[in-house]
Structures are given as structure tokens and as C-alpha cells.
């Protein structure tokens, strides 16, 4: 039973298109994050929040974009998709405790692998 | 700021044999350390993690690690593995404030398990 969800989990698409990577969780946590995971399998953070209406980018520079609107929600957005953005996407969270009342780092979600041809 | 290095890429071992994942750490402030595994097309679950107390820490399958502040590594071991652990493994810190900000994590350790 996951409680984070990541759609699409594969996505292949066109250079130019604009692209939302959706991820959403159920745990009521205030902090999320976008890693992206390369070819080689290094995790590199490119945006996080740490609760709603705040932004901030990542370790990485990355061309996408984020909002947290909600606090379930944490969308990325590229709006003009290249063949560098192919990647893998994963989004996780964390709260300062968790259901059984202990902090454990995050949970990721199954990620987004998309292809940019 | 903090540093992971996984110091082996792959590790290749027999079935039912033990298995040791090095992880050493850079950090300037104290750090809670933790270890993932990301089975093929999964996302990434947490196998055990230290904050506190007891340097030996056990996690789920039969994994357990060690950490040594002086050595500035958090260790993975396995007495037997089997062919389910075919995996990726990552090491990660976080700084000491609450657990689960800004993981940094390795390069990760690919394990293929042989029969």
C-alpha cells in the first residue's frame, strides 16, 4: 500500500512539450522532495518544501519548476522538454514524525522515467 | 554540508554468502545516516537507519550496520544473502535537527546476487 504516488511512471514525449510530473501523499507530511536519479543511479535533489507555499531549488540545477499549493501535492512542471531531461523523477517525503510516532527519513514514491525523444 | 561515498559501484556474491556495503561520510555537524534499497523499476525503501544509542542497528531482510564516528562510515552487512537482494543500495546522511531533511545520499552500490 503506498502512500505516495507518483503519475505517470513512464512517459515518453516530444521535444517542446510542456510536461507535469504528478506526486502526491497521503501521510500528511510538511516536507517534500524532487530527486533526480541518473542512468549511473546517483540521486541528485533539484527541488524541495518544507510546507505549502514554500519553494526552494535543490543541489542540482534544474530547468523544471515546482509548486506546493497543497500540502498532499508537489507537482514538476518543464515547460519546454529536451532530450537532457530524460531521466528518472523520484518525489519523497518526510515528516517530522511519522504515523508510529518515530522520524524514519523519507518515502519515495515508484518515480517517473521519462524519455524525451 | 555533508558528503557520501559508497566506495564499491558493484559487488558481485554467491547466494548465501555474506556481503559487507562500505559507506564512509564528510559532515561538519553531527548527521543521522540511513540506508536504502531500490529494487529494479521501484523507488527507493528504507532498509534501517541510525539516530541514537546502540551503534549496531538492525533493519528488514536480515540487514544490519555499524556506525563508527571515528571512522566516519555506517557499514551494510548481510551474514546470507539471497537472490531477492539483487538490488541497488544507498547510503544517505542527514544533518541533526530532524530526521529526513535533505538527504544526501551516495552513489549508490549495485549487489547481483549469484546462484
Known amino acids: 500500500e503506498a502512500d505516495i504516488y507518483q503519475t505517470p511512471r513512464y512517459l515518453v514525449i516530444g521535444t517542446g512539450k510542456k510536461i507535469t510530473l504528478e506526486c502526491s501523499q497521503t501521510m500528511g507530511h510538511d516536507k517534500m522532495y524532487w530527486y533526480q536519479q541518473d542512468p549511473g543511479m546517483e540521486l541528485h535533489l533539484i527541488h524541495y518544501s518544507y510546507g505549502v507555499n514554500s519553494t526552494e531549488k535543490g543541489d542540482l540545477s534544474s530547468e523544471s519548476t515546482v509548486s506546493r499549493i497543497r500540502t498532499e501535492h508537489f507537482p514538476l512542471t518543464l515547460e519546454s522538454a529536451r532530450p537532457s531531461h530524460t531521466s528518472q523523477y523520484l518525489c519523497?517525503?518526510?515528516?517530522?514524525?511519522?504515523?508510529?510516532?518515530?522520524?524514519?527519513?523519507?518515502?519515495f514514491g515508484s518515480g517517473t522515467r521519462l524519455t524525451v525523444v | 554540508a555533508q558528503s557520501v561515498t559508497q566506495l564499491d559501484s558493484q559487488v558481485p556474491v554467491f547466494e548465501e554468502a555474506p556481503v559487507e556495503l562500505r559507506c564512509n561520510y564528510s559532515s561538519s555537524v553531527s548527521v543521522y545516516l540511513f540506508w536504502y534499497v531500490q529494487y529494479p523499476n521501484q523507488g527507493l525503501q528504507l532498509l534501517l537507519k541510525y539516530l541514537s544509542g546502540s551503534t549496531l542497528v538492525k533493519g528488514i531482510n536480515g540487514f544490519e550496520a555499524e556506525f563508527n564516528k571515528s571512522q566516519t562510515s555506517f557499514h551494510l552487512r548481510k551474514p546470507s544473502v539471497h537472490i531477492s537482494d539483487t538490488a541497488e543500495y544507498f547510503c544517505?546522511?542527514?544533518?541533526?535537527?530532524?530526521?529526513?531533511?535533505?538527504?544526501?545520499f551516495g552513489g549508490g552500490t549495485r549487489v547481483l546476487v549469484k546462484p
Open positions: 519523497a517525503s518526510s515528516g517530522t514524525r511519522d504515523r508510529g510516532g518515530e522520524d524514519y527519513g523519507y518515502t
Open positions: 544517505a546522511v542527514s544533518p541533526w535537527g530532524a530526521a529526513g531533511n535533505k538527504l544526501t
